[in-house]
Every structure is written in C-alpha cells, then in structure tokens.
C-alpha cells in the first residue's frame, strides 16, 4: 500500500510539469507598419487574415488594438515557429510590415536608484 503512495507520488512530481511545459503558451503582441501603403481595407484583410491564422494554430486573441493596427494573443510555443514563417508570408502578399513581439512587463527606468 504504502509502495503505490509513493509512486503516485512520484509520478505526480515528475510526469505532471513535464506534460504541462509541452502546453506552455506565450503571449505576443502583433502591429502591422503600412508603410506608404495606408490603405485602410488593405490592412483590415491583413489583421483579419493573421487573426484567421493565429485561430488555425489554437491560438486565442485577447485584445484588439485600434490606435497600432494590431492585436494581442495566446499561443502554444510549440507553434510559433511555423506561425511565424507564415506571418512572414502574408507580410510579403499585403506588401505591409508585420511586427511580432513578445508580450512582456517593460520598465522605463530599469535600476532606478541602485548606485
């Protein structure tokens, strides 16, 4: 009895985080650069056309931003380099910028006051 608490036990400690790391999402913060290229209907089917593609990878969109033509989302690691290669791929078709960036906390003034 107490041999198959233990395995349990280490199963749960072992197996658990290395099938849920195999899941990890990443958030990334996607703005499309017209350019010379301000075509507003043209950038609209852009965003609609990578947010079609963000879907197709199990991604999931969590905010719409107006002011930079873009959007924000989740998405499972292990997809982004093919996501990625495609994003490049509709960037080349609309003849627009596509900026993808990883969504992290950013500081204006890092070690302020450490001398």
């Known amino acids: 009895m107490n041999c198959k608490l233990i395995l349990i036990f280490l199963l749960s400690i072992f197996i658990l985080p290395m099938s849920s790391s195999a899941k990890s999402t990443t958030s ?3 703005s499309v650069d017209t350019g010379d290229n301000a075509n507003t209907q043209s950038t609209t089917n852009l965003v609609s056309e990578v ?3 963000v879907s197709k990878f ?3 969109i969590t905010h719409d931003y107006k002011l ?3 959007f924000s989302f989740e998405i499972y690691d292990k997809y982004v380099p093919t996501l990625k290669t495609e994003i490049n791929a509709i960037s080349d078709k609309f003849g ?3 900026n993808l960036e990883e969504d ?3 500081h204006a003034f890092n070690n302020l006051g450490k001398h």
Do not use: A, C, H, W
């Open 51 to 53: 947010k079609s593609l």
């Open 104 to 106: 992290k906390e950013v």
């Open 96 to 98: 627009m910028g596509i």
């Open 58 to 60: 199990q991604g999931k």
């Open 68 to 70: 930079i033509n873009g």
């Open 28 to 30: 990334y913060i996607l």
